[in-house]
Nanobody
Framework: QVQLVESGGGLVQAGGSLRLSCAASGLTFSSYAMGWFRQAPGKERECVATVNQNDDRIVFPDSVKGRFTISRDTAKNTVYLQMNNLKPEDTAVYYC???????????????WGQGTQVTVSS
């Protein structure tokens, strides 16, 4: 059974940092691209970053470039999202997802974690 379990979310003041983790099980981790998405209340789910099977990493929104970094540790079957200099507008539920090909479209992803809440206070 495939499981993606996010952790590391929480409440942080603006300017602070969090490191989200997503532990994968039940799949061949190295065969999947991984993505981080976020969804704020009333807004569309947004692709934040992806890392493919070759460890090519992309951060998409201009608003988080230079602040967020995606990485994967194949030995630990874990993908990370390091978030620095957090801003209130980063507040959202953050989800990790797995796909055979990395796309920004959420519909392309085969498996999803349960999400972890990130709240940034001003």
């Amino acid at each position: 059974q495939v499981q993606l379990v996010e952790s590391g979310g929480g409440l942080v003041q603006a300017g602070g940092s969090l490191r989200l983790s997503c532990a994968a099980s039940g799949l061949t981790f190295s065969s999947y691209a991984m993505g981080w998405f976020r969804q704020a209340p009333g807004k569309e789910r947004e692709c934040v970053a992806t890392v493919n099977q070759n460890d090519d990493r992309i951060v998409f929104p201009d608003s988080v470039k230079g602040r967020f970094t995606i990485s994967r540790d194949t030995a630990k079957n874990t993908v990370y999202l390091q978030m620095n200099n957090l801003k209130p507008e980063d507040t959202a539920v953050y989800y990790c997802a797995a796909a055979t090909v990395a796309w920004t479209n959420a519909n392309a992803y085969n498996y999803w974690g349960q999400g972890t809440q990130v709240t940034v206070s001003s």
